[in-house]
Structures are given as C-alpha cells and as structure tokens.
C-alpha cells in the first residue's frame, strides 16, 4: 500500500490541487504511522507476508491490544514485533514502558506489602491507560477529531475528555490548528 501512495505522489502537480490534504501533498513529508492509523480506523485490515511464506498474517491493531491487557512477545512473533514498532511511532518508548510492570512488580510488591500479581496488575493498568492517552493525544493531533467510521473501528477518542469544547468542534472533540502556520496535517471535520 505505501509503496503504491508514493508512487501516486510522485506523479501528482501542485498546480492541479487546491489545499490538498496531507496525505497526498507532494510538498509535505507524509505521517506513515498516522496513514496507517487513518486506514485502520477506515476499516482497514494490516497484513505482512514474510519472506519464503505463501500466507499472510494480520496485524491485529496494537492500540486495542494495549486497551485489552494483551501481552507482546517482540522475540518470537515478527506480528508482535511490528505492532511494538506501532505503538513506539505513536508513543516513544511505548515496548519499553510495557515490559516495566514484569521489571518493577518484585520492588514495589516489597516495598508496599502486596503480592507480585497486585503489583503487577496495578502498573501495568497505570502503564497502559498513560500510553492510550498518549497514543490518543497523538492521534487526535495527527488524525483530527474522531468521527462515526473511526470510532466504530476502535479509535479511543480520550482527549476530548480532557478539554474544554470550542463552539463548532464536533461532540467527540478535535484538534484546533495554529494560526500562522501551514500544517501538514489532516484536515479536521466534523462528524453527524
């Protein structure tokens, strides 16, 4: 797929568009992660086929991964390995702040008395509700506000939680552009 955008690019004239979205503007750097996002929460699937292999394999996304508690195993599945790459393109450092709860669970347990799985259990759902914010922070600026269609394919649209709504953003809430810069970012629109 990104192979057949950026060849669709390299053909595009600026002089035939008008304002073009990012995503198709020669003279912007494209976001592949957040292509990628946009797509998933278009209804797309994610697939690799490994080299040597007749099958290919969904990449389920990493984002309702992290939301239902699922674990990755970035050593043994070349799956688990691109959706860390994933989530660490929408929040830095996200493979490694996963694996925190494992490293750390022996030191808090001790410290405050509870059982290794208390702990466990506890920063991990501390760990991975500050990654959904964030992921959710850097799409609602990389993607716009959430709509209908992206909510229905698993977008989590948390930051409208945590702002105040501008008169015209949409109930689901949405980024507001600079004034005075040129953004390379997607337009936002509001949903009905």
């Not at 503007?25 to 292509?35: G, H, K």
């Not at 001790?110 to 059982?115: A, D, R, Y």
């Not at 501008?166 to 629109?189: F, H, I, L």
């Amino acid at each position: 797929m990104l192979d057949v955008v950026r060849q669709w690019r390299d053909g595009v004239h600026q002089y035939l568009q008008r304002d073009p979205p990012p995503w198709i503007d020669p003279q912007c750097e494209p976001d592949w992660n957040m292509l990628t996002r946009k797509a998933r929460y278009a209804g797309a699937r994610v697939e690799i086929q490994c080299e040597g292999e007749k099958a290919w394999q969904v990449v389920p996304d990493p984002v309702q991964r992290v939301n239902r508690g699922e674990s990755f195993d970035v050593d043994d599945s070349i799956v688990d390995w691109l959706s860390v790459g994933e989530l660490n393109a929408l929040a830095p450092g996200a493979g490694y702040w996963l694996a925190v709860p494992e490293i750390t669970a022996p030191i808090v347990a001790k410290l405050t008395g509870v059982s290794k799985k208390k702990a466990h259990t506890a920063l991990d759902g501390a760990v991975r509700v500050a990654l959904l914010w964030q992921i959710a922070a850097a799409e609602d600026e990389g993607l716009g506000p959430a709509h209908a269609t992206s909510l229905r394919h698993g977008r989590i649209a948390l930051t409208a939680l945590t702002r105040p709504q501008t008169a015209g953003e949409a109930s689901v809430g949405g980024a507001t552009p600079e004034s005075g810069r040129k953004s390379c970012r997607a337009p936002a629109r509001n949903s009905s």
